[in-house]
């Protein structure tokens, strides 16, 4: 079955404008997550969804929001782009309501520049 | 509040070597621990879970590790690597409807 699917791959984006980012999940999952990677952060957790509710925030400013669809499908925006918000974004679903016991499975992740 | 602490940035190894990752965690209820792998340009492969049970867990690729309560450890091996193993590797353990990933271990291989 299919994975998940992130688009775009790569954006290119210019300091003060904002971006929506997408994710489709693997099929039947209905947990959607997001994360943020950079060389000096590392993994940060960004926000989780549950048949459409967000359930868990991490600790990152209001300019970072999202959602889920009745689909599953989510997307995430970042309103007034930041140099320091160049980050591989990855999207990652999960099938069960707990995520102790099923990880996650991750998309390949969009790669944002902001210049 | 879980936490992660990979305790190698990069280990350097050549082709056919054994190699151990090390990875030690902290929880303050039952954890749930993961390895995932990430390529160049690639999003994280999950690699191998501990849920509970045995403690020693096999994966993909011939990659396993090692559930250790008592020293709260989730060491991950192989016994012979190959140039193809080059890439990070991320141990997590599960939080509250998140993972929380350590900082990551490059693993070089070299012939």
């Known amino acids: 079955k299919a994975g998940v699917t992130q688009t775009p791959r790569y954006l290119i984006k210019t300091r003060g404008q904002q971006v929506t980012l997408s994710c489709s999940p693997i099929s039947g999952h209905r947990s959607v997550s997001w994360y943020q990677q950079t060389p000096g952060q590392g993994l940060q957790f960004l926000f989780e969804?549950?048949?459409?509710?967000?359930?868990n925030k991490g600790n990152f400013p209001g300019r970072f929001s999202g959602r889920q669809f009745s689909n599953s499908r989510s997307e995430m925006n970042v309103s007034t782009l930041e140099l320091g918000d160049s980050a591989l974004y990855l999207c990652?679903?999960?099938?069960?309501?707990?995520?102790?016991?099923?990880?996650?499975?991750f998309g390949s992740g969009t790669r944002l520049t902001v210049v | 509040a879980q936490s992660v602490t990979q305790l190698d940035s990069q280990v350097p190894v050549f082709e056919e070597a054994p190699v151990e990752l090390r990875c030690n965690y902290s929880s303050s209820v039952s954890v749930y621990l993961f390895w995932y792998v990430q390529y160049p340009n690639q999003g994280l492969q999950l690699l191998l879970k501990?849920?509970?049970?045995?403690?020693l867990v096999k994966g993909i690729n011939g990659f396993e590790a090692e559930f250790n309560k008592s020293q709260t450890s989730f060491h991950l091996r192989k016994p012979s690597v190959h140039i193809s193993d080059t890439a990070e590797y991320f141990c997590?353990?599960?939080?509250?409807?998140?993972?929380?990933f350590g900082t990551g271990t490059r693993l070089l291989v070299s012939p």
């Open positions: 990652a679903s999960s099938s069960g309501q707990g995520i102790g016991a099923y990880g996650y499975t």
């Open positions: 997590a353990v599960s939080g509250f409807q998140k993972l929380v």
């Open positions: 969804y549950f048949s459409e509710t967000q359930r």
């Open positions: 501990y849920l509970s049970g045995s403690t």
